[in-house]
């Protein structure tokens, strides 16, 4: 009955991975505003790297803030750029969900419309074009599907969470503890905020080993791949062997946690893909065209294991 309930729940879980979307050219002498969250992890790099590639190659005028992990500045940026009166749209990838109403309101007001990229927002979807992202959730369910196969179903889970009240933290968290709502011997028994970054990571899991009985810890479920090598160098360091001793598994795929993969301390990642500029840019341009645009642009990627799978798949 268990090994059927994991078989339907992975073959589900498959089914519902959504292909890339796909860019296409458009957008040259525009002027578009990013606001990016910062560079608190290597994927968030790889992200803001890839829309600068994209826009560079489009002909696009991109003005970019790195608002630090702080929303003050995101929005004083937006205001900035509403100001200047010379953005065709801005692209905001939130650092948190909620206080954003008053800023899009201005926005809408000065005629520039504003796409979500990544995170999401918890304001009225009339508010802006449509939000490009993952889903988070689906990304939580593909991690706890492996780990209820890697473990048949019983585990006592340390989760490292990101930033509090942030759409990746909260959707991730949601849907890896949906799968375990069926398992009742998957259960997570530490859940502590490593703000999606390594060093963070890192204390949160020496504190987590160093008051709880490693051998009660069977694996770690960190919400990017960078919390994920943080807690690896702790697992290390309390002279357990990391991906034997507690499994990991993490979000992100980004390339150290394949340099971890194939040193054999880590297990599974799932894929968050960085090139969300393209569709972004895509959106903002059909809305000036004045075409409809859906309200949610998914990107997506697949469970790995091994580096080359994921190569396989590029």
């Known amino acids: 009955m268990r090994s059927a309930k994991l078989s339907l729940i992975v073959l589900l879980l498959l089914a519902l991975i959504v292909p890339f979307a796909k860019a296409q050219d458009g957008g040259a002498g525009l002027t578009i505003g990013f606001s990016q969250i910062g560079s608190e992890s290597a994927w968030r790099t790889a992200f803001t790297d ?38 065709n749209a801005i692209i905001l990838a939130p650092v948190i969900a909620s206080g954003w109403d008053d800023v899009l309101q201005e926005a809408a007001d000065a005629g520039v419309p504003v796409v979500i990229v990544d995170r999401n927002v918890d304001s009225d979807p009339a508010l802006f074009v449509t939000r490009v992202s993952s889903d988070f959730v689906h990304e939580g369910r593909l991690a706890a599907s492996w780990l ?28 890896f503890q949906d799968v375990l709502n069926l398992f009742p011997s998957m259960q997570i028994t530490r859940s502590e905020t490593g703000n999606f970054v390594r060093t963070e990571g890192k204390a949160v899991m ?27 160098e702790a697992i290390k360091e309390a002279g357990l062997v990391p991906a034997q001793d507690i499994l990991i598994v993490s979000v992100d795929a980004i390339p150290d946690i394949f340099v971890s993969m194939d040193a054999g301390e880590t297990n599974a990642t799932v894929e968050l893909s960085p090139f969300m500029g393209g569709p972004a840019f895509d959106a903002a341009i059909a809305f000036l065209n004045g075409e409809e645009v859906p309200k949610w642009i998914p990107v997506g990627g697949g469970l790995y294991t091994s580096r080359a799978a994921y190569d396989a798949d590029r």
Request: aromatic share 4%; with cysteine.
């Open 50 to 87: 890839a829309v600068k590639a994209e826009a560079e190659a489009r002909g696009i005028n991109l003005l970019f803030s790195d608002a630090q992990q702080s929303q003050e500045n995101q929005i004083a940026a937006i205001r900035a750029w509403l100001a200047q009166g010379d953005v």
């Open 206 to 232: 020496e504190s987590i080993l160093s008051s709880e009985d490693p051998a009660n810890i069977c694996a770690v479920f960190a919400h990017n791949d960078d919390m994920a090598i943080g807690a690896i």
């Open 148 to 175: 209820v196969q890697a473990t048949s179903g019983n585990c006592n889970i340390v989760e490292l969470y990101g930033t509090v009240g942030s759409a990746a933290a909260e959707d991730r968290h949601t849907g």
